[in-house]
């Protein structure tokens, strides 16, 4: 989920409209990675949020002050798709893509894929919906539209890149899968007793239990975003700011730990898609043997080279796994499992920063003038990355050719051997 709570919004690397492109300079090439928009809960996990509720409701016979409004609350979460308010973020998101490049998306019409869950393609129609009325509001036409959106299905055995699920070692293996739970349960010590005593006081004799008291946390980003217009739960203020930061930590593990640089196995699942990316920078055909589908990615019509806008929607997971095969976080060493480290501290890395709902990253290109080639630039919702791998000056860019070689991880397939051991 994506949840921002009482987050520091100053970053060095903050997007400033008077030095985006450091001066002349004109971007040449754009590549959006997506996560969907606001959803309901898991199936599995909207029966625990019921049930919940439902202990709560038999266990106490009336609520009171910051409670009160339970007295009338009813769960009515679905599971697993869009609501309202996930559809008009991700309208939004593509016409702030069209805004932002604006001189490309007038002459081009976005090459768009999603990865095969529902709520993943409606991301991506949405998505289209808002470039496409950003563009009709400014040339006037727009004959391209509906566009045309390559879906890759999400399956056992299938090879997709936005969507992690062939590496069985990963998926199966409790060697690495369980990294990121573990880590999450060791930081919950730390807070979580003390929340769940204090709700067990204020709500006897309901008995809640820690992940009842999880539960509960979680309610407020999923019961804020099933409202049209993303009002504030009244969920959320049952927590000081403090305990959100420290909820907001615990989530960051689990992304670090399960998907990301903490995890041996997480960064080789974003192989993938690093080296579609390539491919994509350099005009030159996908060399890849992990995640990539070749029937897909070898013909031109189903992965087009030369294109100046680029689409891909996907999940907050494999996105995890993406930025560190880029090794866009190289630069955060292992998070504590003890104790809070700030996202400063983390050097610009935490789950809300890198994949909120609609969350995205810009992969630019630019020629700029007295630069001899082209340079690259990431921005990853709003904040320029400095991109040390490949050496990014003052402005997070560098060359084309440096940022190539940065990924070298990418290239030699990562840790994909790995993925198969018994």
């Known amino acids: 989920m994506g949840v921002h709570h009482g987050e520091e919004e100053e970053d060095v690397y903050l997007l400033t409209p008077a030095a985006e492109h450091g001066g002349d300079c004109e971007v040449t090439f754009a590549q959006v990675l997506s996560r969907h928009g606001a959803r309901d809960p898991t199936a599995s996990k909207t029966q625990l949020y019921n049930?919940?509720?439902?202990?709560?409701?038999?266990?106490?016979?009336?609520?009171?002050?910051?409670?009160a409004f339970l007295n009338t609350f009813a769960y009515t979460?679905?599971?697993?798709?869009?609501?309202?308010?996930?559809?008009?973020?991700?309208?939004?998101?593509?016409?702030?893509?069209?805004?932002?490049?604006?001189?490309?998306?007038?002459?081009?019409?976005?090459?768009?894929?999603?990865?095969?869950?529902?709520?993943?393609?409606?991301?991506?129609?949405?998505?289209?919906?808002?470039f496409h009325q950003a563009k009709a509001s400014d040339v006037r036409l727009d004959t391209s539209y509906p566009y045309s959106i390559?879906?890759?299905?999400?399956?056992?055995?299938?090879?997709?890149?936005?969507?992690?699920?062939?590496?069985?070692?990963?998926?199966?293996?409790?060697?690495?899968?369980?990294?990121?739970?573990?880590?999450?349960?060791?930081?919950?010590?730390?807070?979580?007793?003390?929340?769940?005593?204090?709700?067990?006081i204020d709500l006897a004799p309901a008995n809640l239990t820690a992940t009842d008291t999880i539960n509960l946390m979680d309610l407020c980003p999923f019961v804020t975003v099933a409202s049209p217009i993303g009002?504030?739960?009244?969920?959320?203020?049952?927590?000081?700011?403090?305990?959100w930061h420290h909820y907001d930590y615990y989530q960051t593990l689990g992304k670090f730990y399960g998907y990301g640089p903490g995890n041996p196995l997480g960064p080789t699942q974003g192989v993938g898609?690093?080296?579609?990316l390539i491919a994509r920078m350099t005009g030159q055909a996908v060399n890849d043997r992990t995640t990539v589908n070749h029937t897909l990615d070898d013909n031109n019509a189903t992965f087009?080279?030369?294109?100046?806008?680029?689409?891909?929607?996907?999940?907050?997971?494999?996105?995890?796994?993406?930025?560190?095969?880029?090794?866009?976080?190289?630069?955060?060493?292992?998070?504590?499992?003890?104790?809070?480290?700030?996202?400063?501290?983390?050097?610009?890395?935490?789950?809300?920063?890198?994949?909120?709902?609609?969350?995205?990253?810009?992969?630019?290109k630019m020629k700029c003038q007295g630069k001899e080639e082209e340079l690259?630039?990431?921005?990853v919702n709003g904040r320029v990355l400095p991109l040390e791998t490949c050496d990014g000056d003052?402005?997070?860019?560098?060359?084309?050719?440096?940022?190539?070689?940065?990924?070298?991880?990418?290239?030699?397939?990562?840790?994909?051997?790995?993925c198969f051991t018994t």
């Open 51 to 67: 049930s919940t509720i439902q202990k709560l409701k038999t266990s106490v016979p009336r609520f009171s002050g910051k409670y």
């Open 77 to 130: 979460l679905g599971a697993d798709q869009l609501t309202a308010f996930g559809e008009q973020e991700m309208v939004n998101s593509g016409i702030a893509f069209y805004s932002r490049y604006e001189e490309l998306a007038k002459k081009s019409t976005p090459f768009l894929r999603a990865s095969g869950e529902q709520r993943v393609v409606v991301s991506a129609q949405n998505f289209s919906q808002g």
């Open 150 to 200: 390559l879906v890759i299905p999400e399956g056992d055995g299938f090879n997709n890149t936005l969507n992690h699920e062939l590496c069985t070692s990963f998926e199966d293996g409790q060697t690495y899968s369980s990294i990121g739970s573990k880590a999450q349960q060791k930081f919950l010590a730390t807070f979580l007793p003390s929340i769940t005593a204090r709700l067990n």
């Open 231 to 243: 009002a504030i739960s009244p969920f959320c203020s049952l927590y000081s700011e403090d305990e």
């Open 273 to 276: 898609f690093a080296n579609e």
């Open 304 to 364: 087009p080279l030369g294109e100046s806008l680029y689409v891909d929607v996907s999940h907050d997971n494999d996105m995890t796994s993406i930025f560190s095969a880029l090794g866009l976080y190289n630069g955060t060493t292992p998070l504590s499992t003890t104790e809070i480290e700030t996202t400063e501290d983390a050097k610009g890395y935490s789950a809300a920063w890198t994949v909120p709902f609609a969350g995205r990253a810009y992969f630019e």
């Open 376 to 379: 690259v630039r990431v921005i």
């Open 394 to 418: 003052r402005l997070g860019r560098c060359t084309l050719s440096n940022f190539v070689q940065s990924l070298s991880f990418a290239a030699e397939g990562g840790k994909w051997d790995l």
